[in-house]
């Protein structure tokens, strides 16, 4: 199992410049998309929109983007799934939507992590599980894993466990992280995030 460390909108560098050398993005849904010219005027805020009204509007807010934060913000736009997207003061992405785009941002998020729990409950050497309502993913991995698939996995899912639980109305959101070596069952990581960091290496699974 390779080392894992990231604490929040903080993933493994190494995921990153492998992505960059390979010219892709990976999104936080888990889609990859050829790198393109970097525009470094893009506008991430508010001032992006010139006629700007949120009358009606539901707003939430999400703090834990594994990503550009550039690329997140234009592809979201992009993708037309909201009525606003920008950077707000303090750094968190501001989404605004109707009703019905907050029923499609659950609704695709809940499916984005049943996609993972159906392939990885098919796996020998790797398994996640959700509670109910997204606060408590327990997860057991074998040493011989690959690191890297475990930490797209890992981020993915609690990324849109974050989208369920923002857009369902909690004002802060936070998972219970659990991780166990599958052979010994040994707890290697218990952790509330992201009100605490993850730190993750391979040489927890030999004690």
Known sequence: MAM??????????????????????????????????????????????KDYDDTGLETYVISGVFSDEKTYIEEVREAN????????????????VTEEQREEWLKNAKKNIEVILDRTEEESMCEFKFNQDYTVLESSADKEYSGRTYVEDLMNLIYNAEIEQIFSGAEDWSINIIIRNMRTGFEIINVNYPQEEISVKGSLWDE
């Open 81 to 96: 799934i909201c009525e606003y997207i920008y950077i707000n003061a303090d750094g968190n992405a501001d989404i605004k």
């Open 4 to 49: 894992v460390q990231f604490k929040k909108e903080q993933i493994a560098q190494s995921e990153v410049d492998a992505a960059q050398k390979e010219d892709v993005t990976v999104l936080p849904d888990g889609v990859a998309i050829k790198k393109v010219d970097d525009d470094e005027d893009y506008d991430t805020s508010k001032n992006y929109y």
